[in-house]
């Protein structure tokens, strides 16, 4: 157990010391598909994440802890990586105050939580953030836009 546990330590030091970068939207996708097969959600799980509702179920839970870690902007000894989460979702925001919202929602998990609930706090706080706001205003966008189109 201990030596899991040093080893998971380095490999989450070593994967935030290196040179991450923001994910693209295809890789976001590739990660997501992913997850969805480690993590299979009913249709109506899917469908209220297409519509940014996030109900605190352990299935759900489970899917956005897999999205985060593959995203690399979490860590299951460390939590979130504040800089990274800045980087992936500023949108239009400062990379300063991307960061400055991604810090007021990053925990140390002092009441040691199991991993997902720990994440998905994370995860609710970011979506309660104007950081959130800007992420449900894109994806509507990007609803339209695509209704256009097959219009």
């Known amino acids: 157990m201990l030596k899991y546990l040093i080893v998971a330590l380095a490999l989450c030091a070593v994967a935030h010391a290196d040179d991450w970068t923001p994910k693209t939207g295809e890789e976001i996708r590739k990660i997501r598909v992913d997850c969805l097969k480690e993590n299979p ?73 199991p991993t997902d609930v720990w994440a998905f706090r994370g995860h609710q706080c970011m979506m309660a953030s104007k950081i959130g706001d800007k992420v449900r205003a894109f994806v509507k966008a990007k609803a339209e836009e695509a209704k256009k189109k097959a219009a």
Do not use: W
Request: aromatic share 6%.
């Open 41 to 113: 959600l009913s249709n109506d799980q899917i469908s209220q994440l297409k519509n940014l509702i996030f109900p605190n179920e352990p299935d759900v839970r489970q899917y956005l802890t897999c999205s985060a870690i593959k995203l690399g902007i979490f860590c299951d000894q460390q939590g979130y990586h504040a800089d990274r989460l800045a980087k992936q979702f500023k949108m239009d925001l400062s990379e300063e105050e991307a960061l400055q919202i991604a810090q007021g929602c990053v925990d140390d998990n002092a009441q040691k939580s």
